[in-house]
């Protein structure tokens, strides 16, 4: 199989709608709903740390490997990294690599369409102000009523699962592209104004900043470390190809450190500006950090019920999370769509009528353990659970793993060097070491101290 020079899908128009359409699928649920709650399962500082670390030290390295790779193949993960490993003269079992990322993907976003269906639901709640001037109780016990309902929940996940698959349909650059240059800009101001909300909570500010930036490594579990560094997989979007598929319409010329370094820290800012806009209203209504995936669906509703022009701030930062997550969601099954595509001839249309409607079916799964499944657990997770620590936990870094050692080992160092285009050779053989030992070894080590065979 040889590899083409551009994508059958277009390129991206520029350098600069790459790093927004990459932002986008980075920045989601992820930093908003997910980064601070478990952060506060977790305890706070020490997991904050381990988290930063696995950023800049795994998820960096993985995400310039992940667009090389797509950039040098230029087509879905499975054809690129079978064109590739042939290039190479290694094994064609690595074009497999890419099914466990469409897997991670399909099963990763039935469960992300149930959560950012909920957001959906908030913003007219806020819009119509059902939350002035509510108690931390009262916030709580409407949160209650919306997951307790099976069939509101399905509506809104329907909602999400259908807007999502229009937009993919649409295609690289009128679909992907479009959606992102309004919103990170905007999501980005709501926050800071959430965040001065919150600081003017005094003392509560700074037991967050407390709780979140001083380490105590004593609250630190190897369940939280396996989830910190999973967390770094899942927020940055590694592990599965979808940054992969992103590179794969990068322009030739784009510098991958560069934008792999603006990606990664605009996804950063976003989760720690969460975390300040959230933990300050935890310790000031006397909440519990660890209140789980309720957490921002809890919190926030108490803030916006308080301030001035809240039903307006909070209506548009719902609206907004529900597009951070659709920019997020697009990627999740670009993957397969691309696949699909380009392997067995149908349409983009027909692909993401029938990806949609399994992942869909899947998302039910989800939906039901907040309710009538509550009580079905495996292993003490229930399906929802379950989901978010097998893709999170296990697929991501496992998936990020075999990237790194395809990029490190199995690619040649002529191939790396002139796709990543690095003129510093201390910058180059930085990459290169990082990717040949230490984000293996690290994710391997992780993986086993969860056997128990290793404590610390
Ligand atoms: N990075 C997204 C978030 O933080 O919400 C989630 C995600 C998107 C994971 C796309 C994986 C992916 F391919
Ligand atoms: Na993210």
Known sequence: MSRPLKSVHGEWTSRWAFILAATGAAVGLGNIWKFPYIAGEYGGGAFV???LACIFAI??????????????????P????????????????????????????????SYYSVIAGQAIAYVPRLLFGVFEGVTPDGARNLHLALIQDPEKLLAWHTLFMMLTMLIVSRG?????????RFLMPAL??????????????GVYFNQAVTFLFKPDFSRLTTEGVLTAMGHAFFTLSLGMGAIMVYGSYLPKKAS?????????????????????????LVFANGMSPGAGPSLIFET???????????????????????????SSAIALVEPVVTWLVENFEIKRLNACIWVGILVWLLGLLSLF??????????????????????????MLPLGGMLIAIFAGWTMSQRSTQEELGIKSYLIYHEWRFLVRYVTPIAIFVVFVSLTGVLDF
């Open 49 to 51: 740390l381990v988290y």
């Open 59 to 76: 998820g960096v390295p993985i995400m310039m490997a992940e667009i090389l790779i797509g950039r040098r193949g230029r087509q879905n």
């Open 78 to 109: 499975f054809n690129s990294l079978a064109s590739l490993a042939e290039e190479e003269k290694a094994s064609s079992l690595w074009k497999y690599l890419g099914f466990g990322g469409v897997l991670a993907g399909f099963l990763i976003l």
């Open 172 to 180: 690289v650059q009128r679909g992907l592209e479009k959606s992102v």
């Open 188 to 201: 980005f101001l709501i926050l800071l104004i959430l965040v001065a909300y919150a600081y003017q909570t």
């Open 256 to 280: 991958i450190l560069k934008v792999s370094l603006a990606i990664s820290f605009m996804d950063t800012a976003v989760a720690i500006l969460a975390g300040l806009a959230i933990f300050p």
């Open 300 to 326: 926030l509703p108490i803030a916006f019920g308080h301030m001035e022009n809240g039903a307006f701030f909070g209506a548009m930062f719902f609206l907004l999370l529900v597009f951070a997550g659709l």
């Open 369 to 394: 353990s907040f309710n009538v499944l509550k009580d079905w657990t495996w292993l003490d997770m229930t399906a929802f659970e379950l989901l978010d620590y097998l893709t999170a936990n296990i």
